[in-house]
């Protein structure tokens, strides 16, 4: 019997130990100036401003694009669910010549929405740039896809 129990004892001990210490930790992302990912005050801002000082003046003109990139991106994802949807009855129906042509035009048009969202994305980040001064786009960090604090190996948000 003391053969069984001291190594379940002990096992239950370990479990317990290593759960103490895991919810101990700090968590992921953290709330620290260096959390690039955020776009808050005080938790880093995104596009690798948290990493750069920025006037009062160019942090609410970031933010007013972000607003105004934000309430057209909210109009291009619900057109894209739309369609997603409307794709997804169109699956479900019995496979014929007509249904597969409906098929791919709604996929064309997903994708469409998809560049446009993009582009959308795009543009927002060149008037981001465009409130820096000379000085700030030479310090501001690279990021992107293969960019950044991880490098060119590793995982790094998408941007585009």
Partial sequence: MKRFTIPVVLGV??????????????????????????????????WGLGSITLSDEQKAKILDIEKNFLTKAAGLKAQIQAKVLELRELQLKEATQEVAESIRAKITEILDLQEELSSLRKDMYQQILNVLTPEQLK???PFGWGMGKRGPEGFCPRFF
């Fill in 139 to 141: 310090n501001l960090p």
């Fill in 13 to 46: 001990l370990v479990t317990l130990f290593v759960t103490a210490l895991a919810f101990a930790a700090p968590r992921f992302g953290g709330r620290g100036p260096e959390n690039v990912w955020c776009p808050q005050e005080g938790r880093g801002m995104r």
